[in-house]
């Protein structure tokens, strides 16, 4: 299939530079001496003001960071096709954990990012429009040829198809000083405040699922630096390694897709019990479903604080209760509002998770299979990031998930945004994640504490559905991500 496309403006700025910038000089002292004050981001000034009130806790992202070229066409090519884009290419950043630090950033989030990108123009241009976002980037590795992804965008269905080339030096397993690169990047998210380690309250770490064996480090190191730190994985296709990484997670986002391949479960609310079982140490499992909105099942206190909108369901009715919920979406969505309107969101409870563990616990008589499935996609991802011939291994959770104790759990289910302008959807869960740390990272810095009161989580769910939203409404990952103040101006409106 061949692609025809103008030549882009932005393209022959983004590709000019090259040779080694100012700032990878920078960014090796600053690892060298564990620090990260010297040559910091000017960016880190520009939109603090319209960030939240409080001090945030530093927020440090820990994953993937790439060149996305973006093509927009009429229609997908058939095979052995010729057509033509209907505008210039657009070249942009990309990379989970990048866009969703970038996302955080924009909301006035004190953020750094942990990632490798190469030693070329692409890398540097890459780094330049972090630090221009508010992200701190000291504790980036430069090495090889930046990975990038070639995105054809749908305009008539509204979808798009990435194809992926990786660097050509990826982070090697043993290559990161885990403890190093993580006090450069809190230090890179303190500095401006003039604040210690010992005087700042605990960090958040975002995690995009890959570079696992890095980023399993990172975690390690985290809960070592401060046992109450809080540790969010994002879970969006099965992995190598990912399931210990998902096994020291406080908080798990998902994928739609996910909680049906890990568990083998046909009912999304089933799914998300069964996860609960699967992953005790996760107090919340937050899916993204796209045009659909998000859920987002919470454990423990953060459970019992939440008021229930329903009725009480049956315990062992988690699919019916969830269907009621998805009803209440449509009917909400029936007309379309001139302007984006904030969602809904609706709430069960249960007072008590105890009854469920004959359903749901993975050590039930028919979990061997799902794990057997789960076990061999895992190997398979492997084998295609590390090449057929390298070693794979893969641990299973099972043994070390018991029963849930005899606490709450809650179901909080959020509508998408009415009235949103869908432009490309690419990038839009890494929006949310980023929206969604933003918040927490504002939450535990306000408290001081990981509790985060009874209206956190509804509110939270409604930011990050805004900030997704409005991302939508351009293209790529990261053109139409929002400030803080068009937000603000949503919910105001």
């Given at each position: 299939?061949?692609l025809?496309s103008?030549?882009?403006?932005?393209?022959?700025?983004?590709?000019?530079?090259?040779?080694?910038s100012?700032?990878?000089?920078?960014?090796?002292?600053?690892?060298?001496?564990?620090?990260?004050?010297?040559?910091?981001s000017?960016?880190?000034?520009a939109?603090?003001?319209m960030?939240?009130?409080?001090?945030?806790?530093?927020?440090?992202?820990?994953?993937?960071?790439?060149?996305?070229?973006?093509?927009?066409?009429?229609?997908?090519?058939?095979?052995?096709?010729?057509i033509?884009?209907?505008?210039?290419?657009?070249?942009?950043?990309?990379?989970?954990?990048?866009?969703?630090?970038?996302?955080?950033?924009?909301?006035?989030?004190?953020?750094?990012?942990?990632?490798?990108?190469?030693?070329?123009?692409?890398?540097?241009?890459?780094?330049s429009?972090?630090?221009?976002?508010?992200?701190?980037?000291?504790?980036?590795l430069?090495?090889g040829?930046?990975p990038?992804?070639?995105?054809?965008?749908?305009?008539?269905?509204?979808?798009?198809?990435?194809?992926?080339?990786?660097?050509?030096?990826?982070?090697?397993?043993?290559?990161?000083?885990?403890?190093?690169?993580?006090?450069t990047?809190?230090?890179?998210?303190?500095?401006?405040?003039?604040?210690?380690?010992?005087?700042?309250?605990?960090?958040?770490?975002?995690?995009?699922?890959?570079?696992?064996?890095?980023?399993?480090?990172?975690?390690?190191?985290?809960?070592?630096?401060?046992?109450?730190?809080?540790?969010?994985?994002?879970?969006?296709?099965?992995?190598?390694?990912?399931e210990?990484?998902?096994?020291?997670?406080?908080?798990?986002?998902?994928?739609?897709?996910?909680?049906?391949?890990?568990?083998?479960?046909e009912?999304l609310?089933?799914?998300?019990i069964?996860?609960?079982?699967?992953?005790p140490?996760?107090?919340?499992?937050?899916?993204?479903?796209?045009?659909?909105?998000?859920?987002?099942?919470?454990?423990?206190?953060?459970?019992?604080?939440?008021?229930?909108?329903d009725?009480?369901?049956?315990?062992?009715?988690?699919?019916?209760?969830?269907?009621?919920?998805?009803?209440?979406?449509?009917?909400?969505?029936?007309?379309?509002?001139?302007n984006?309107?904030?969602?809904?969101?609706a709430?069960?409870?249960?007072?008590?998770?105890?009854?469920l563990?004959?359903?749901?616990?993975p050590?039930?008589?028919?979990?061997?299979?799902?794990?057997?499935?789960?076990?061999?996609?895992?190997?398979?991802?492997?084998?295609?990031?590390?090449?057929?011939?390298?070693?794979?291994?893969?641990?299973?959770?099972?043994?070390?998930?018991?029963?849930?104790?005899?606490?709450?759990?809650?179901l909080?289910?959020?509508?998408?945004?009415?009235?949103?302008?869908?432009?490309?959807?690419?990038?839009?869960?890494?929006?949310?994640?980023?929206?969604?740390?933003?918040?927490?990272?504002?939450?535990?810095?306000?408290?001081?504490?990981?509790?985060?009161?009874?209206t956190?989580?509804?509110?939270?769910?409604?930011?990050?559905?805004?900030?997704?939203?409005?991302?939508?409404?351009?293209?790529?990952?990261?053109?139409?991500?929002?400030?803080?103040?068009?937000?603000?101006d949503?919910?105001?409106?």
């Amino acid at each position: 299939t061949c692609l025809h496309s103008q030549r882009s403006e932005g393209m022959s700025a983004f590709c000019a530079r090259g040779g080694e910038s100012n700032f990878t000089s920078r960014r090796r002292h600053a690892l060298a001496h564990g620090t990260a004050r010297a040559g910091r981001s000017k960016a880190l000034r520009a939109d603090a003001a319209m960030g939240p009130a409080s001090p945030a806790a530093p927020l440090v992202f820990v994953g993937g960071a790439a060149v996305d070229w973006i093509a927009r066409v009429g229609g997908f090519p058939e095979p052995d096709a010729k057509i033509r884009t209907t505008a210039p290419i657009e070249v942009q950043g990309g990379g989970n954990a990048a866009n969703a630090a970038t996302c955080a950033g924009r909301l006035g989030a004190r953020v750094a990012l942990i990632s490798k990108v190469g030693a070329d123009s692409n890398g540097n241009d890459l780094v330049s429009d972090l630090e221009k976002n508010g992200v701190d980037t000291s504790a980036i590795l430069r090495q090889g040829r930046t990975p990038f992804t070639y995105i054809l965008v749908d305009e008539t269905s509204n979808t798009r198809t990435c194809i992926h080339t990786p660097s050509d030096a990826p982070m090697r397993p043993n290559e990161l000083d885990a403890t190093k690169a993580l006090d450069t990047a809190i230090y890179g998210c303190l500095w401006k405040d003039h604040c210690s380690l010992d005087e700042a309250c605990s960090p958040v770490c975002v995690f995009d699922g890959r570079i696992t064996e890095n980023a399993l480090r990172v975690a390690d190191a985290a809960r070592e630096l401060r046992d109450d730190a809080l540790l969010i994985v994002e879970a969006e296709r099965l992995r190598s390694h990912l399931e210990e990484l998902l096994e020291k997670a406080d908080i798990i986002v998902a994928s739609k897709h996910y909680p049906f391949e890990s568990t083998g479960e046909e009912h999304l609310g089933d799914a998300l019990i069964s996860m609960a079982f699967q992953y005790p140490r996760a107090r919340a499992i937050v899916v993204t479903l796209g045009s659909r909105g998000a859920v987002a099942l919470l454990r423990g206190n953060w459970a019992t604080e939440q008021e229930t909108t329903d009725e009480h369901p049956a315990a062992n009715d988690v699919a019916a209760s969830l269907d009621a919920l998805q009803s209440k979406w449509q009917s909400s969505s029936s007309h379309e509002p001139a302007n984006l309107r904030v969602p809904d969101v609706a709430c069960i409870r249960w007072d008590d998770a105890a009854p469920l563990e004959s359903r749901y616990s993975p050590n039930r008589g028919d979990a061997s299979e799902r794990d057997a499935r789960r076990t061999a996609s895992a190997l398979e991802e492997g084998r295609r990031n590390a090449g057929a011939d390298a070693p794979i291994t893969s641990s299973s959770s099972q043994d070390n998930c018991g029963a849930l104790p005899a606490e709450s759990l809650a179901l909080l289910a959020c509508t998408a945004c009415a009235g949103a302008k869908i432009v490309d959807t690419t990038g839009a869960g890494d929006a949310f994640i980023g929206a969604l740390s933003a918040e927490l990272a504002s939450a535990v810095g306000a408290s001081r504490s990981l509790s985060l009161g009874s209206t956190f989580w509804s509110s939270a769910l409604r930011t990050c559905s805004v900030v997704a939203a409005l991302k939508c409404g351009g293209v790529g990952a990261r053109s139409a991500l929002p400030r803080r103040k068009e937000v603000n101006d949503v919910f105001r409106d």
